[in-house]
């Protein structure tokens, strides 16, 4: 009886700072749904179920650039306001999903079709979903086991992996992407920490431009390109702005804290 009356009041305490932060938590997403997108601007006033969007699925096959920027997807759930219309165009999914462009040796499969059998109709609900694929969460951990790990979000080291050669995402698309110069690559370099006794962060050009470039952070998330420009704090962050525009939601979230401050502070 004492150990309940003990706990009790830490949950209340727990309860309570979860309301003063702005309602209770979200639940943590479990590995295979870190990351995943629902998509329903026009589906359901269509008479089809919702697009489920994994970017694990993509992630391995695509920088973050090429679909952001080349292609043209929103930063943020829903802005893109994707039509099967503009798909079957060639436009948002149907620029690699036509049934024409090949990857890894595979066709990939069209997106949208204006009329379709109750065959073709599977192909429909690949992405167009009631609920979640118990072969695509098997799928996921299949892929998974073969990557390196990680504490936090998906559990992939998604930067590892890339080093290692382990995925070889494209960056490129013809008479998508337009060539681009190579710039020099700004080295690293320190922000410090704003909290005592907290390591400061090293930030690496390097790894950010293999999946960003430089278009992609500047300027719509950084404004300027020269360090110290752009202010923000964590509360900015954690809110889903400047790092935590990918942070958080598909990139390794923010919570490891570790991949960040990595720099003991300075005697």
């Given at each position: 009886?004492?150990?309940?009356?003990?706990?009790?009041?830490?949950?209340?305490?727990?309860?309570?700072?979860?309301?003063?932060?702005?309602?209770?938590?979200?639940k943590?997403?479990?590995?295979?749904?870190?990351?995943?997108?629902?998509?329903?601007n026009?589906?359901?006033?269509?008479?089809?179920?919702?697009?489920?969007?994994?970017?694990?699925?993509?992630?391995?096959?695509y920088?973050c650039r090429?679909?952001?920027?080349?292609?043209?997807?929103?930063?943020?759930?829903?802005?893109?306001?994707?039509?099967?219309?503009?798909?079957?165009?060639?436009?948002?999914?149907?620029?690699?999903?036509?049934?024409?462009?090949?990857?890894?040796?595979?066709?990939?499969?069209?997106?949208?079709?204006?009329?379709?059998?109750?065959?073709?109709?599977?192909?429909?609900?690949?992405c167009?979903?009631?609920?979640r694929?118990?072969?695509?969460?098997?799928?996921?951990?299949?892929?998974?086991?073969?990557?390196?790990?990680?504490r936090f979000?998906?559990?992939?080291?998604?930067?590892?992996?890339?080093?290692?050669?382990?995925?070889?995402?494209?960056?490129?698309?013809?008479?998508?992407?337009?060539?681009?110069?190579?710039?020099?690559?700004?080295?690293?370099?320190?922000?410090?920490?704003?909290?005592?006794?907290?390591?400061?962060?090293?930030?690496?050009?390097?790894?950010?431009?293999?999946?960003?470039?430089?278009?992609?952070?500047?300027?719509?998330?950084?404004?300027?390109?020269?360090?110290?420009?752009?202010?923000?704090?964590?509360?900015?962050?954690?809110?889903?702005?400047?790092?935590?525009?990918?942070?958080?939601?598909?990139?390794?979230?923010?919570?490891?804290?570790?991949?960040?401050?990595?720099?003991?502070?300075?005697?």
């Amino acid at each position: 009886m004492r150990k309940l009356l003990f706990v009790v009041p830490i949950l209340l305490v727990a309860v309570g700072i979860a309301w003063a932060q702005g309602g209770m938590k979200k639940k943590k997403p479990l590995p295979y749904e870190f990351g995943s997108v629902t998509i329903n601007n026009y589906s359901q006033q269509a008479g089809m179920p919702p697009v489920m969007f994994d970017h694990w699925v993509h992630r391995q096959n695509y920088t973050c650039r090429l679909c952001h920027v080349d292609i043209g997807f929103g930063m943020t759930a829903g802005s893109t306001k994707i039509r099967s219309a503009d798909n079957m165009k060639g436009y948002f999914c149907g620029t690699c999903h036509n049934g024409r462009m090949v990857h890894n040796n595979k066709k990939i499969f069209e997106s949208c079709a204006k009329e379709y059998s109750r065959e073709e109709y599977k192909t429909c609900a690949k992405c167009h979903t009631r609920e979640r694929s118990a072969a695509k969460e098997d799928e996921f951990y299949r892929f998974s086991e073969q990557m390196p790990g990680e504490r936090f979000g998906n559990k992939i080291n998604w930067e590892l992996a890339e080093e290692k050669g382990l995925i070889k995402p494209v960056d490129y698309l013809e008479k998508v992407s337009s060539k681009k110069v190579n710039l020099k690559v700004n080295q690293d370099f320190a922000i410090k920490a704003k909290v005592e006794g907290m390591p400061d962060i090293i930030f690496s050009h390097k790894k950010h431009t293999v999946w960003n470039g430089c278009e992609l952070c500047h300027p719509d998330i950084f404004v300027g390109v020269k360090k110290g420009t752009s202010k923000y704090s964590m509360t900015e962050i954690f809110d889903s702005k400047y790092c935590g525009v990918c942070h958080e939601k598909v990139a390794f979230p923010q919570t490891d804290c570790q991949r960040c401050h990595t720099r003991p502070p300075q005697g």
